[in-house]
T-cell receptor, first 114, second 113 residues
């Protein structure tokens, strides 16, 4: 019974297009995150949000924009897609943002950019 | 910045054997070390964690050892079962980073029945 729902599970896009990755959590958590896992790199942190406010952004490109319409939603908009953006994008959440919080992950959206 | 390294990158053992996965980190500001397991096509699943003020933590068949001086952790899994086959990730979080985990490259564990 997944409590963190990511949609879609798979996504294929063409270079230059724009896509939105959806994430909803039903754990009652106050913090949400995006991580990316590609074939070439370890799982890497992208963004953190707490109470719908951006806490940390480690993404170099402005093409990646998180969007939080509700406390339990954190979508990821990616514009001007490039083949290098191909990866699995994981959403995660935690109760708070203390340094020892356990993160719970969604099952990911696998994005392929052609 | 913080770097986390895991060894070995892959491991194949017979069911029932014990395994050891090693993890090292570079930044002494790291204070929290959660481990995750990822089965093929599935979400990362939290399995065990340890804080920097502890040396050892055990839960069921998992034992996590932490050495602050050498910046080294090791995860010991006993009596392995086919369901333990997965990629295991070590991660580190610094005391001022909110939910920003730095992950190792992962260790792929395969259990032969």
């Amino acid at each position: 019974d997944p409590k963190i729902i990511q949609k879609p599970k798979y996504l294929v896009a063409v270079t230059g297009s724009e896509k939105i990755l959806i994430c909803e959590q039903y754990l009652g958590h106050n913090a949400m995150y995006w991580y990316r896992q590609s074939a070439k790199k370890p799982l890497e942190f992208m963004f953190s949000y707490s109470y719908q406010k951006l806490m940390d952004n480690q993404t170099a490109s402005s093409r990646f924009q998180p969007q939080s319409s509700k406390k339990n939603h954190l979508d990821l908009q990616i514009t001007a897609l490039k083949p290098d953006d191909s990866a699995t994008y994981f959403c995660a959440s935690s109760q708070g943002t203390a340094s020892a919080e356990t993160l719970y992950f969604g099952s990911g959206t696998r994005l392929t950019v052609l | 910045g913080e770097q986390v390294e895991q060894l070995p990158s892959s491991l194949i053992v017979q069911e029932g054997a014990s395994v050891l996965i090693n993890c090292s980190y570079t930044d002494s500001a790291s204070v929290y070390f959660p481990w995750y397991k990822q089965e093929p096509g599935k979400r990362l699943q939290f399995i065990i964690d340890i804080r920097s003020n502890m040396e050892r933590k055990q839960t069921q068949r998992l034992t996590l050892l932490f050495d602050k001086k050498t910046k080294h952790l090791s995860l010991h899994i006993t009596a392995t079962q086919p369901g333990d086959s997965a990629i295991y990730f070590c991660s580190a979080n610094m005391n001022y980073n909110q939910g920003k985990l730095i992950f190792g490259q992962g260790t792929k564990l395969s259990i032969k029945p």
